[in-house]
């Protein structure tokens, strides 16, 4: 009996193990993609507010605002000293994207 409730604790731990890493795979698989398919290519003004222009793997420019959304991301800053905007995921992660 002691036998069974060991190694119940012990399948249990070890599911555990395999969703937190599954859990972290995914963030940072969702975090590689949204880095690779878009980029910051310009930060302007339009009527006194910070424009970030993204450009996407296809070539089109999208013009986002703070508190806009990209790929489920939520732009949470637009920094024309530092020309970069950082992205926040779900509050799992953030993405920053700097023009170069």
């Known amino acids: 009996m002691e036998f069974i409730i060991l190694a119940s604790v ?5 599911m555990v ?6 859990y972290h795979t995914s963030n940072i698989n969702k975090k ?3 880095e690779q398919n878009y980029s910051l290519t310009g930060i302007i003004f339009d009527k006194g507010k910070k424009q970030a222009v993204i ?3 296809k070539g089109l420019s ?3 605002y703070e ?8 732009i949470i800053s637009i920094n024309e000293t530092k020309s970069e905007v950082i992205l926040d995921y779900k509050g799992k992660f953030t993405v920053v994207f700097r023009m170069e």
Do not use: G, P, T, Y
């Open 10 to 14: 012990l399948i249990f731990m070890f």
């Open 17 to 22: 193990v395999l969703a937190v890493i599954s």
């Open 32 to 34: 590689k993609e949204i």
């Open 55 to 57: 450009q996407d793997r």
């Open 62 to 64: 999208s013009f986002m």
């Open 67 to 74: 508190n806009d959304f990209l790929d489920e991301a939520k």
